[in-house]
C-alpha cells in the first residue's frame, strides 16, 4: 500500500499547507489549520464521501421516478421511547451520532439496546473508554445474563473496519467517536481531524453493509459535541441525552434526523437497574390532588416541541409589609409583575395589598409566554379562593392591553390535553381548533376580562 499523504487544510478558505502552523498563510486566519488526508486523484476524493466507493457508479445515472424503493423496513430498537425520537425504530445503513454529557447514561442506554437487538440481530459493541470487565460490571448491574451481544475493546479504527468485517454485525456501536484513532493521521485521538477522519469512514462503511451505526460523542462544557460540527453534517441522525447526572428523568431530543421528525423526545428515568421508558412523560410533572384546590391551574407547555402538562400554583396572602412580596418560581419574576397590572387594569382586580407567590410544580422550568393567562388565573383563583375545574387546561400570552394571544402549536398542546382525559380548555380565540373535536371543549377568549368572567 502507498504511504498516505498527509497536509494540513484550513477550515476557512481551505487552503493547503504542507506542515502545520499557527497562523493560515493564505487567509491570514489564526488555528484553522487541521490535519487532513491528501487524496491524489479527485475519484478518491469521492471514495471518501458516504456511498460512493467504486468508478462504476458513474455508469449508474437514472431518473428520479426509476429509483426503486427498497422497502425501508425500520427495526423497533425495542425501547419505544428510543424508537420515537428515532422515527419509529432503526433504518438499516443509518449512521446516529448521540452525544451527551459525561455520566449521563449513553453507554446504558446502548447497551440497552444492543442487548434487546441481539435476540435477532448480530451486534457489535466497541469500547475504546472502559475496559470489557467494566462494561461486563455493567450488564451485570442491568440484569443481563447469556447476552449475545460481541464485545471489543479497541481504539484504532482500522482494527474496528477489520473486526467488522470478519463479523459483519447488523448493529455496531461506537463508544465513544473521540477515542477513536486511525493510523493514516499522526494528530492524537480526539483531535478535530482524527474524529472526522474516523467518523467518515465509519459512515462509509455502515453505507456500503447496510449496517446501524451508532457514535457516541462527548459534548463540550458550552453543550456542542466535541469535534467538528461536520460530525453533525455526516451523520443521518444527530440524538441529545438532556437532564442534570443527579436528576432522575433524562430526555432524549432528536436535533437532525434523516428518517423521521425532530420534534420528538424520548424521556426516560435513571434507576439502579438502569434506564426506565416513562410513558407517560407528558404527566410526570403534575401533582396529583385528590380533588380540586384553589390556585392550582393545569397548563400545556412545549419543552422542546413535545407539549408537557404542568401544573402552576399561586398562592395570594394578605400582606403586612410595606411592599408586598411577588415570587415566582420556574418562570420570569418581572413577568409575574406585569401580569398582575395586567390584571388590576384590565380585570379590575388589585393585588397590590397581597402577596403573591408563583410556582410550577416539579422544577419545571417555563420560558414561553403561553404560561401567562394560565398564572393569572391561578392567581385569581387563589385570590378568590375558588376552585377551577379539574379537567380544564389552560395556555395562552396576556397582552399588556389585556389582549389574549396565540401561541405556537395550538393543536397539539390541545391534542395532548385531550389524550391525558382533559375535557376542556381555555385559549385565545387564534387557537381555537377549527374542525369541533370530539369530546372537548374549547373556551375561546380574546380578552383578559373575557377570560375572567368564563371561570365565573
Ligand atoms: P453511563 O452510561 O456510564 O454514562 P455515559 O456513558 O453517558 O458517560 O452512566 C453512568 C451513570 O449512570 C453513573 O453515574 C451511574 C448511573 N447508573 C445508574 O444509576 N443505574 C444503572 O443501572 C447504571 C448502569 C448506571
Ligand atoms: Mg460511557
Redesign the pocket.
Known amino acids: 500500500m502507498a504511504k498516505i499523504k498527509t497536509v494540513y487544510v484550513c477550515s476557512a478558505c481551505g487552503a493547503q499547507a504542507p506542515k502545520w502552523a499557527g497562523q493560515c498563510g493564505d487567509c491570514g486566519t489564526w488555528n484553522t489549520l487541521s490535519e487532513s488526508i491528501d487524496f491524489p486523484s479527485s475519484q478518491a476524493a469521492n471514495s471518501r464521501v458516504a456511498g460512493f466507493g467504486d468508478a462504476k457508479d458513474l455508469n449508474r445515472v437514472q431518473n428520479l421516478a426509476e429509483v426503486a424503493l427498497d422497502d425501508m423496513q425500520r427495526v423497533p430498537s425495542g425501547l419505544s421511547e428510543f424508537d420515537r425520537v428515532l422515527g419509529g425504530g432503526l433504518v438499516p445503513g443509518s449512521v446516529i451520532l448521540l452525544g451527551?454529557?459525561?455520566?449521563?447514561?449513553?453507554?446504558?442506554?446502548l447497551?440497552q439496546t444492543v442487548a434487546a437487538l441481539s435476540r435477532h440481530l448480530k451486534t457489535l459493541y466497541v469500547t475504546g473508554?472502559?475496559s470489557l470487565q467494566q462494561v461486563s460490571l455493567?450488564s451485570h448491574?442491568?440484569g443481563f445474563t447469556d447476552l449475545q451481544v460481541r464485545m471489543l475493546a479497541a481504539t484504532q479504527l482500522e482494527s474496528v473496519v477489520t473486526v467488522a468485517q470478519r463479523e459483519q454485525p447488523d448493529v455496531i456501536v461506537i463508544?465513544?467517536i473521540q477515542t477513536m484513532f486511525t493510523d493514516q493521521l499522526q494528530s492524537a485521538p480526539g483531535a478535530v481531524a482524527q474524529v472526522r477522519e474516523c467518523a467518515a469512514q465509519l459512515v462509509r462503511y455502515a453505507k456500503q453493509t447496510q449496517t446501524v451505526m451508532f457514535l457516541?460523542g462527548h459534548v463540550t462544557k458550552e453543550g456542542v459535541l466535541a469535534g467538528p460540527r461536520i460530525l453533525e453534517h455526516m451523520v443521518d441522525t444527530v440524538l441529545y441525552?438532556e437532564g442534570e447526572?443527579g436528576q432522575r428523568y433524562r430526555l432524549i431530543r432528536a436535533v437532525k434526523n434523516r428518517y423521521g421528525a425532530v420534534n420528538e423526545l424520548g424521556v426516560f428515568a435513571?434507576?439502579?437497574?438502569?434506564?426506565r421508558e416513562v410513558a407517560n412523560p407528558s404527566a410526570i410533572f403534575l401533582s396529583q390532588h385528590e380533588q380540586a384546590v384553589p390556585g392550582s391551574v393545569i397548563m400545556v407547555t412545549l419543552e422542546g416541541s413535545r407539549p408537557l402538562l404542568v401544573e402552576v400554583q399561586a398562592l395570594v396572602d394578605t400582606s403586612h409589609v410595606n411592599a408586598p412580596k411577588r415570587l415566582a418560581v420556574g418562570f420570569e419574576q418581572n413577568r409575574l409583575a406585569m401580569l398582575l397590572a395586567v390584571l388590576h387594569r384590565h380585570g379590575g382586580i388589585a393585588t397590590y395589598d397581597q402577596d403573591v407567590f408563583a410556582n410550577v410544580v416539579g422544577g419545571v422550568r417555563v420560558t414561553e409566554t403561553g404560561a401567562d393567562l394560565p398564572v393569572i388565573l391561578a392567581v385569581v383563583s387563589s385570590l378568590k379562593n375558588r376552585c377551577l375545574p379539574q379537567d380544564m387546561v389552560v395556555f395562552g400570552e396576556v397582552g399588556l392591553a389585556g389582549e389574549i394571544r396565540p401561541v405556537p402549536n395550538g393543536q397539539e398542546r390541545l391534542s395532548e390535553a385531550r389524550k391525558h382525559g382533559y375535557k376542556r380548555a381555555l385559549v385565545a380565540a387564534a387557537n381555537a381548533p377549527r374542525k369541533n373535536m370530539e369530546d372537548f371543549e374549547i373556551i375561546a377568549v380574546k380578552t383578559l376580562d373575557e377570560a375572567l368572567s368564563r371561570i365565573g
Open positions: 451527551g454529557d459525561p455520566g449521563i447514561g449513553k453507554s446504558t442506554l447497551l473508554e472502559e455493567r448491574r442491568l463508544d465513544s457516541i441525552f447526572a435513571m434507576t439502579d437497574r438502569g434506564l
